[in-house]
């Protein structure tokens, strides 16, 4: 994947199940229920409290006034005499000389612009207001668009709500975001009976800073306030998304006298101007449970609430592999061929010598590129074995990402071509992406493109109107399959969206018939195949990329698909094998997966670039290990399956 698009959200409608049981929609149950007066908007399921709205200045803010956790225990405390200013779950800030923060004639008002919406399903309930931020002199200064989302969570161990706030600027001056008040932002007041006797939990590694008494700020992912009502143990978490400004945010938290959590900006540090061109995207999450739960449980709920807000199907599973580390580094090649980077990696055996195409990002673009190796740690470099093709022809910017396959006689080679790439000096292959034809004699080659061989392209209206790119080539049932990958834009979404497909043929050197329906669902967002049989349980294991997205989008993670059926895969089942968790040398981005079998293990190449970049350029190729034979993944808990909402809105950035 190598087109840089940014997307933004609405907080969305999704249908999913996540682990520890945040978030589980039953098909057959009936839409979670909202009911609506002059001044509240109520969400239940199934006749259990979730949430009550305040749709109405009361009597300057607009918020959540009662939240529930699933048992029905009610945590929200809504103007109490010590600060009559609190108002249960509410968003909050100053801005020059007016404040939001405090109620009063003197103080700002949320005066709620237009007709509040609000829409439910099986899955989610969802409110959207647009709110006027007015000075006590009714001057709009800031314009908000707020998203609340309560995700269905009936009979499990916490409720789950999403707050999304978009501010921008009213007017045609810049907005001053400053204050004194450490603690402004999404805050949450608790009940007297939560109040004094809980603890605080943050992500391990999270450096807390004293304000005073109990106060403190802590910039952290998450937080979690452990407490209890009466005898009843009561955990609540707040979440908040790595595309929020100043992430991680500034968490402030206190116990006594009375308890609190705020998502902040630390504006009371670090004055921001926000500017009319521009606007504050933030999205943040609320878990609430029955129970105590600790830091381990706490993270995983987190990163599936990721998964629900990005609105990118996960997998629940892990198949983890061990990483060895990088094998082979970038900007030693032939003629500087990569001395800006190796990535996109194919490795095969023949003759007990071990072949590995690469893309060489030289000084004039991507080529594919060989380096040979006998224990797939030693590899020598022997440089490009395609060139760019002719001005005009579909190759003439890029000749990349190699795979071959023996048919006992000859070698057959498909490769990526494209005549687009991105600016200088990086000059990244861009759409189309489309598949072309080489031969050669041998593993090494020399290869000769087939320039009359059109194996399969780009079609428009189909899953594969933007990429038709090369994939495993597998021999089964008399014709040949290749699993390619396939990139489309559906229709009201500039985001793209990414899956793999299924070409067949019985003439390699022949054109391939490309299926109508791809092989899991274009939600999935995967790209790029390698597959392997174990033939102890007689099932086939198909590595892949997942694309998630962190502002803009990268390759975080190889998944595996399973399935006994080369042409029939279900997207429930997939698994993890690598990524920030067990990658040793790369916590973010990790690029396309290509596997061998040595011995008793199965090798699993990829590329990255290292640390917590997630740039296309100076990656390195690494090699983790899987043990043989593989089985298939087990979990208690089920999988998370997402559905792409029709309120999704991307654009490119």
């Not at 991680?248 to 009319?276: G, V």
């Not at 006994?564 to 089942?573: G, I, Q, R, Y």
Request: contains cysteine.
């Amino acid at each position: 994947m190598r087109d840089d698009i940014q997307c933004t959200y609405t907080i969305t409608l999704a249908s999913v199940v996540l682990l520890g049981g945040v978030v589980i929609p039953g098909a057959t149950h009936a839409d979670i229920d909202i009911k609506e007066t002059k001044d509240f908007i109520t969400v239940s399921d199934s006749g259990n409290p979730i949430l009550e709205y305040q749709r109405t200045c009361n009597p300057n803010k607009v918020y959540v006034s009662k939240l529930y956790t699933p048992s029905g225990l009610q945590v929200l405390l809504d103007s109490p005499a010590d600060h009559v200013h609190h108002h249960g779950l509410m968003y909050a800030l100053d801005s020059g000389k007016s404040t939001w923060w405090t109620d009063g004639e003197d103080k700002g008002k949320q005066v709620p612009a237009g007709k509040t919406k609000t829409e439910h399903d099986k899955q989610a309930a969802v409110i959207r207001q647009s709110l006027d931020w007015n000075t006590s002199a009714g001057k709009t200064i800031l314009k908000e668009s707020r998203t609340i989302t309560a995700h269905r969570g009936k009979g499990l161990s916490a409720t789950l709500l999403s707050w999304r706030t978009v501010l921008s600027v009213a007017g045609s001056d810049p907005a001053p975001l400053a204050t004194r008040k450490h603690y402004a932002g999404l805050g949450i007041r608790f009940v007297r009976k939560m109040d004094k006797i809980g603890t605080f939990i943050f992500p391990d590694g999270s450096q807390s800073t004293s304000v005073r008494g109990t106060e403190k700020v802590t910039p952290a992912k998450w937080c979690a306030y452990v407490t209890r009502i009466d005898d009843k143990p009561v955990t609540v978490a707040m979440f908040s998304a790595p595309s929020n400004f100043r992430h991680p945010t500034f968490l402030f938290t206190m116990t006594a006298p009375f308890a609190y959590i705020s998502a902040t900006l630390n504006l009371y540090r670090q004055p921001y101007t926000l500017k009319p061109d521009a606007s504050l995207d933030l999205t943040y999450g609320i878990a609430i449970f029955d129970g105590k739960r600790d830091g381990s449980v706490l993270e995983r709920t987190y990163q599936k609430w990721l998964k629900l807000v990005r609105n990118r199907p996960a997998a629940a599973m892990r198949m983890d592999a061990k990483d060895h580390g990088i094998v082979l580094r970038y900007g030693d090649g032939p003629g500087r061929c990569d001395i800006l980077g190796a990535r996109d990696v194919w490795v095969f055996e023949s003759g007990g010598s071990y072949y590995m195409h690469y893309d060489a990002a030289g000084s004039k673009g991507w080529l594919c590129s060989l380096a040979v190796s006998k224990d797939l740690l030693t590899w020598e470099k022997k440089g490009p074995i395609l060139d760019f093709g002719k001005p005009g022809e579909v190759d003439s910017k890029s000749a990349s990402y190699g795979v071959t396959y023996h048919d006992g006689k000859e070698w057959h080679m498909f490769y990526l071509g494209t005549p687009n790439t991105s600016g200088p000096p990086s000059l990244v292959p861009s759409f189309p992406y489309l598949t072309l034809k080489a031969k050669g004699k041998g593993p090494a080659g020399p290869w000769i493109k087939q320039k009359k061989v059109v194996p399969f392209w780009t079609k428009p209206d189909t899953y594969y109107s933007i990429t038709a790119s090369p994939g495993q080539v597998v021999k089964h049932g008399g014709e040949y399959l290749q699993f390619f990958s396939a990139t489309t834009r559906k229709p009201g979404n500039r985001c793209v969206q990414r899956t793999l497909g299924i070409a067949r043929t019985k003439d390699l050197d022949g054109p391939w018939t490309v299926d109508p329906n791809p092989m899991v669902p274009i939600e999935e967002q995967i790209e790029n195949s390698s597959l392997y049989y174990e033939k102890s349980i007689k099932t086939w294991f198909l590595f892949t990329n997942h694309i998630g997205i962190d502002r803009s989008e990268y390759t975080d993670a190889i998944w595996v698909y399973w399935s006994k059926d080369l042409n029939k895969w279900d997207p429930a089942n997939k698994a993890v094998v690598l990524d920030g968790q067990n990658c040793t040398w790369s916590k973010k981005c990790i690029g396309l997966p290509s596997v061998v079998q040595v011995g008793k293990r199965l090798g699993l190449f990829y590329d990255a670039p290292g640390g917590n970049s997630t740039s296309h350029m100076k990656r390195h190729i690494g090699l983790a290990w899987l043990d043989l034979p593989l089985t298939v993944p087990r979990n208690e808990e089920k999988p998370l399956i997402g559905v792409v909402s029709k309120l999704q809105k991307c654009k490119e950035e």
